[in-house]
């Protein structure tokens, strides 16, 4: 149903007798919330007005907490997979397994997450389209269940095919269910919150890591008869998710311009925010309705073909790259072989890793907190620059470990202190950023496009910097510091300030980027007079 136009002149005129559904008059009075608001209130306090708190809670712990645990959960019981493997081939064949066999089937287990989380990536389209924002949580948080389900019967069925099947649902179900996080939480936040909110989902990865270093600590769970409930406990969280989420509001932006319910819209505003005048929020709604009727929703490849939203997709594209080629995911990955190169003891490396998940996760609360001061922008060069001085020094430490004692202890340092400034910057800031720069029509395109390009880099990376630390030593960090350089240069001459303004007005501001006086707006108006 179309939105009344009756209504929107009334918003414009008494926003308040709007949201309540009386038919006050603007003389009446209305308070303004974002006018009488006290400026020293804290971002939790506007938070616990309403339901936002717990909603973000309880998206998080099946969101993003999901991928970042299964990141690292298989670094403590590979040894113990491993030997489960020779145990099942002998079992079943009555004879050793051939080297390299076992080898094989190991690299699927690992690689077949990135392939699930490829697969996931190019579904997000079709889940968000077709089942709104939260019905595609919950739908998503059935898929981990059921991942979890095979995982936990392969020890018992004796099948490492199981192993992989569930590796793969649960790559998918992160991939899926990382995109449905953020596009949830952008969409449910106000314009002065948006980058608070949004940067919960790298709080929430920082702290699944974490816990999938803490659960595979031999004290824990990290025992060999144990090593397949490692990897499906985070399966708990999703039947907590599926339990409460039905009952917490859908995403306000998604009701407003996809759904046209402007009740329930209003009724999702203030079960989230609590009572209050929302004009901002609802003018910059209507504003981007008014545009999406313009221009119609963009499929991933008419999107790429878009020369209007070029730079966004340049920017993002570019930011992404530098990401992950920066070796924050080979950290989360490699960290045990990285520290054992270094020359830390075994035995401590494991407590070493602990330190750092506690520091990701002090940095991107505190990064969250910080982005509304600070904006978008600094946080990414600034964190990139130092990025990249640190993989150089890690190079020129590793080079004295053999000289010096106390260089394996320096190196955990430097990247404890890469950690803290990927976290800070670049890592925390980049899911807030594509939240932004992309108007409703062209967002989930854009997140099916990135979460494309971020799996398929993944899944490379774990083929490949095996071969690169074996090829090139300690010099692969190299690779690193290039990247993250080139991201600091990339965002401090391209990248615009989008702290505080609505989607239309950044999308203004990258169309007025040029590059040796030519824009890519101006190029196809030109086109379009020849």
């Known amino acids: 149903m179309p939105f009344p136009v009756k209504k929107c002149e009334r918003l414009m005129i008494s926003p308040l007798s709007y949201l309540t559904g009386s038919r006050q008059t603007a003389s009446t009075g209305c308070v303004n919330v974002h006018a009488t608001e006290d400026p020293m209130e804290t971002v939790l306090q506007q938070l616990a007005r309403g339901n936002a708190l717990f909603l973000i809670l309880i998206l998080g712990i099946g969101g993003s907490f999901q991928s970042g645990y299964h990141i690292t959960s298989l670094s403590s019981p590979s040894p113990f997979i491993q030997h489960f493997i020779n145990s099942t081939w002998y079992e079943r064949y009555a004879a050793p397994p051939p080297r390299h066999t076992v080898t094989i ?123 397949n409930v490692v990897l499906c406990a985070p399966a708990c969280l999703s039947v907590v998710q599926v339990m409460v989420l039905p009952y917490l509001p859908e995403a306000p932006r998604y009701l407003f311009i996809e759904k046209r319910d402007d009740k329930a819209c209003q009724k999702a505003l203030q079960s989230l925010w609590g009572q209050g005048d929302f004009k901002q929020e609802m003018e910059e709604m209507l504003t981007e309705q008014a545009t999406m009727e313009a221009a119609p929703t963009k ?123 990927f976290c800070g910057g670049p890592g925390g800031a980049a899911g807030t950023l594509n939240s932004e720069i992309f108007i409703q029509s062209n967002r989930v395109s854009a997140f099916v496009l990135f979460g494309v390009q971020r799996w398929f880099v993944l899944a490379v990376l774990g083929l490949a910097f095996p071969i690169l630390i074996d090829a090139l030593d300690s010099y692969c960090f190299v690779i690193f510091a290039c990247m993250s350089l080139l991201g600091c240069v990339y965002v401090f001459f391209f990248l615009p300030e989008t702290k505080g303004k609505t989607l239309l007005e950044i999308s203004d501001q990258f169309k007025a980027i040029t590059v040796c006086g030519k824009s890519f707006p101006k190029e196809r108006r030109l086109e379009t007079k020849l």
């Open 105 to 227: 089937i190991w690299s699927l287990i690992v690689s077949m997450y990135a392939v699930g989380g490829l697969f996931g990536a190019v579904s997000v389209k079709c889940f968000l389209s077709l089942l709104g924002r939260k019905k595609a949580v919950i739908c998503n948080s059935f898929i981990a269940i059921a991942a979890a389900t095979i995982m936990l019967t392969s020890k018992w069925a004796k099948s490492y095919e199981m192993i992989i099947v569930a590796r793969v649902l649960f790559g998918y179900s992160a991939a899926l269910g990382m995109s449905t996080h953020l596009m949830y939480l952008s969409e449910m936040s106000p314009r002065k919150l948006r980058g608070t909110v949004t940067m919960s989902s790298a709080t929430f990865a920082s702290i699944g890591k974490l816990s999938a270093q803490f659960f595979g600590l031999s004290e824990i769970l990290g025992r060999q008869e144990l090593w």
């Open 299 to 421: 499929s991933p490849l008419l999107l790429l073909r878009d020369q209007t939203v070029r730079w966004q997709l340049i920017t993002m594209s570019t930011i992404y790259c530098c990401n992950q080629l920066s070796g924050m995911s080979m950290i989360s990955t490699f960290a045990f072989d990285i520290f054992q190169r270094a020359g830390i003891p075994a035995d401590r490396i494991r407590y070493i890793t602990i330190g750092l998940g506690i520091s990701e996760i002090i940095t991107s609360i505190s990064c969250g907190l910080l982005i509304e001061r600070a904006g978008r922008r600094p946080l990414f060069w600034a964190g990139y620059g130092v990025m990249s001085a640190c993989w150089l020094s890690v190079t020129v430490v590793l080079n004295l470990k053999g000289s010096v004692s106390w260089a394996p202890y320096l190196t955990a340092v430097l990247i404890i202190l890469f950690i803290v400034f």
